[in-house]
């Protein structure tokens, strides 16, 4: 039988619209620091898991609530498990906003918060989907659990919860990506460089403090560096002539003997730095430039992030620049910078690797770059290996179908550097809902998604379900 799941999709447009609305309100950033034992990942996380349990629960839909981490929602039956995987947390929002990033404001056809392209909209594209099937009573012969994280954006905690108490599904895909189809993830890790003790030396100003980043998978947006001495009179218009070279912003503030000096560049997502300005190596490149009679510890720290990293996105600087035939080449982002005088002086870098090399050999080479003697170089975190499903699966050859019948345009295979639940299960991909050619803006200031793109994206869904599920 053949389903008009477009007219189906258009006639939700106005609800989906208001459910997003509500999910935008709520800052499901993960906040262990406000961690109680019903919100074990912050009360931002559990909010938001549990407002969209709410919708399930007004729409008649059998729920599953996972330790306030993470969620399903049901439908359908059978022995086999369809997987929709999908998050409700957020990157924190960040500097650069023109519209508040946690109240929802439609502008013709876009509907701007963060959250919004990743994931909270594909998210509720899905939900709707599974209300247009059941609406349309479309017969499905295999169980379909839309399954709901929240710290998607870090560690994985809640789904790694799940998927350790509950059923585990047999195929799927997350919502949680750009169409037609991400059936190929690069690996994910992260390096943290540590500066080892440097020496100290007369100089007439010393580095007290360097910081820029919030999150592993963020390139910074800002970063400061509080510096002690006294400052050529001439290096504050050098400051803002940089900045303005490098269209940038530039802040200078004098306090006496200290001055603090802030440059503002443009965030991205990790796996595309390339896409940012990331103003942490800018302001490194800046100082490290001018020549300033520098303590050696901040010298150090400074000439090791202007060298080795500024502007070099592929890794070139470290010496692990590599490309694969499939997957394509390495993506390093130096996300986290944290450097005091008489505490931590260290870089925490995100690579996203293709297969043909591992992370223990990036580690290796990384040290060698920046030598051993002056850094001491480890993996921060999980080393998350690449993924892949061939494009002769039947799961990929599917969605493909489906995209196309939807859209007229050609279906093929797409490797990225993000990393999605899709890895979490053997044959998992990720599906949607960014259309090709859209800009990326995930983790950007002023995030969006255009209502079309909700719509679309729920009736691309329900056909998909209706045919993995048969």
């Avoid at 047999?170 to 003790?197: C, M, R, W, Y």
């Avoid at 202007?306 to 997957?327: F, P, V």
């Avoid at 770059?369 to 892949?388: F, K, L, R, W």
Wanted: glycine share 10%; with cysteine.
């Amino acid at each position: 039988m053949k389903y008009d799941f477009e007219s189906a999709a258009a006639a939700y447009q106005d609800a989906m619209v208001s459910d997003l609305s509500s999910l935008i309100t709520i800052d499901s950033e993960r906040d262990t620091d406000h961690a109680t034992d019903t919100a074990p990942l912050g009360p931002g996380p559990a909010m938001a898991l549990n407002s969209v349990i709410a919708m399930a629960e007004r729409d008649g839909f059998t729920s599953k609530n996972v330790e306030n981490v993470a969620a399903r929602i049901e439908l359908g039956s059978g022995s086999e498990i369809l997987g929709v995987l999908g998050h409700v947390d957020v990157v924190p929002a960040g500097d650069g906003w023109v519209r508040p990033p946690f109240t929802p404001t439609i502008e013709g056809d876009r509907i701007y918060g963060r959250g919004t392209a990743d994931d909270k909209g594909p998210v509720i594209a899905a939900y709707y989907a599974l209300r247009i099937l059941r609406d349309l009573n479309v017969p499905l012969s295999k169980q379909v659990h839309l399954i709901l994280g929240t710290d998607e954006e870090s560690e994985w905690y809640g789904m790694h919860r799940y998927m350790a108490t509950q059923p585990v599904p047999d195929f799927g895909f997350s919502p949680d990506a750009e169409f037609p189809i991400i059936n190929g993830e690069k690996g994910i890790v992260s390096f943290l460089l540590t500066q080892k003790h440097v020496a100290a030396a007369p100089a007439a100003i010393t580095l007290l403090h360097f910081r820029a980043g919030i999150r592993p998978n963020m390139v910074p947006g800002r970063a400061t560096a509080e510096l002690q001495g006294e400052l050529p009179d001439y290096l504050e218009a050098q400051l803002q002539a940089y900045a303005k070279v490098n269209h940038l912003q530039a802040e200078w503030q004098q306090n006496g003997q200290k001055t603090t000096l802030t440059m503002i560049g443009k965030g991205a997502h990790a796996m595309n730095p390339g896409a940012g300005k990331n103003a942490a190596t800018y302001l490194a490149d800046f100082l490290s430039g001018c020549a300033l009679d520098l303590d050696p510890a901040g010298s150090l720290y400074l000439y090791t992030i202007a060298h080795y990293l500024h502007l070099k996105t592929a890794g070139e600087g470290l010496g692990i620049n590599y490309s694969d035939r499939k997957m394509g080449p390495l993506t390093a982002a130096a996300d986290i910078f944290e450097f005091s005088q008489d505490g931590k002086q260290s870089v925490l870098i995100n690579v996203r690797y293709p297969q043909g090399t591992s992370a223990d050999l990036i580690r290796d080479q990384i040290e060698t770059a920046v030598g051993e003697d002056n850094y001491a170089v480890s993996i921060d975190g999980e080393d998350e290996t690449p993924h892949y499903v061939p494009d002769s699966d039947p799961l990929v050859q599917t969605l493909l179908d489906v995209y196309s019948e939807h859209t007229g345009l050609p279906g093929k295979e797409g490797i990225v550097g993000g990393g999605t639940y899709g890895r979490m299960l053997k044959r998992g991909v990720a599906f949607g809902a960014q259309m090709p050619g859209a800009p990326d803006i995930m983790h950007q200031a002023d995030e969006y998604i255009e209502i079309k793109t909700i719509v679309r994206a729920a009736a691309i869904y329900a056909d998909a379900i209706s045919r993995l599920a048969n």
